[in-house]
């Protein structure tokens, strides 16, 4: 095969697989090629590929500078229906790129489909239905905030003005308007966030909240006839709340503008046929005035949650038992 058609197979090789990442290195001009697939990383057999043709054949496809082995380089390649996230990264064996594998026409992602309940869709659809106020989806890295956030905003009524920051996007959609972060002409998600605000939206998508000054911007947008929906880098809801705070918004304002805060992560599990799929366990709490009580009258977590176990709060474990009780 011809450089063109091994880098074409090993995409496609990664897709059928339903793979997350590629990753190819350069280890000393032997060639490794592993893909994650289901959450954990498998290594592909040894081959005999030449891996600097590979790694220069996606740096073109991907508009990037094949001359360039010092820097770190970020590029974006469109094949067949899925988008491809492409970084490159120089070490002491040679240089690794690793493809996220973005599938830009989803199917299914519809919330009981992801592994949330009926009880779970109707909390998060009234919440949708607010003119103002921020939802927050929180969860570690690779736990499928992305993913839920797209669910929502195909929930969204079709007469409501869309705005979406995204760094970078990674599902296009042709209902709501999407703006990408370029920091290197300056575009930051702060100053996009600034303009938006002048554009007339009904609802502001943020796909990261991710520093105090975002935080605050967007907690301003939602208390002022705006409704926000972001992520945030959280192990569970309530270390959202205290997150925020931490990031220097009052508590008061928090009170006044969180909506919903819904956490979750994807756990691997493998069948009896040995098969790897991603079971997803969450946490979800509707701020209702009762919570907010709980909120505003306690710090510390452990004396919220005992607040909360009171009104049928049910923690991520809670959650994950009932499943595996359930298979």
Do not use: W
């Amino acid at each position: 095969m011809n450089i063109i058609d091994i880098v074409n197979s090993i995409i496609d090789e990664a897709i059928l697989k339903k793979a997350s990442d590629i990753h190819i290195s350069d280890k000393e001009g032997v060639c490794h090629i592993s893909y994650r697939i289901a959450g954990l990383l498998e290594k592909q057999d040894d081959n005999e590929y030449n891996v600097l043709q590979i790694i220069a054949r996606i740096k073109i496809l991907a508009k990037m500078n094949v001359a360039e082995k010092r820097l770190p380089q970020d590029g974006r390649i469109s094949y067949k229906n899925y988008d491809l996230r492409v970084s490159s990264m120089p070490s002491i064996l040679g240089e690794f790129i690793v493809i996220r594998i973005l599938n830009s026409l989803l199917e299914d992602t519809n919330l009981i489909s992801l592994g949330y309940s009926h009880e779970d869709e109707i909390i998060i659809k009234k919440a949708l239905l607010k003119k103002n106020g921020l939802i927050l989806i929180c969860g570690p890295t690779g736990s499928g905030k992305t993913t839920t956030l797209l669910s929502l905003t195909k929930m969204i009524e079709s007469h409501r003005k869309i705005i979406s920051i995204e760094d970078p996007v990674e599902n296009k959609l042709d209902s709501i308007s999407q703006i990408e972060v370029n920091e290197d002409i300056g575009l930051s998600f702060n100053k996009i966030l600034r303009s938006v605000l002048r554009l007339d939206p009904d609802v502001i998508i943020l796909s990261e909240i991710r520093d105090e000054i975002t935080a605050s911007i967007a907690i301003r947008a939602s208390l002022t006839g705006h409704l926000v929906i972001s992520t945030l880098h959280t192990n569970d809801t309530i270390s959202a709340f205290n997150r925020l705070i931490d990031m220097g918004i009052k508590k008061y304002l928090l009170l006044d503008s969180i909506i919903l805060i819904s956490a979750q992560k994807l756990l691997t599990k493998i069948d009896n046929k040995k098969i790897k799929n991603r079971l997803l366990v969450k946490e979800i709490l509707p701020f209702d005035d009762e919570i907010k009580s709980i909120f505003k009258n306690n710090t510390h977590k452990i004396d919220i949650i005992k607040n909360l176990k009171k009104l049928n709060f049910k923690e991520m474990e809670e959650d994950l038992i009932e499943k595996y009780n359930s298979l």
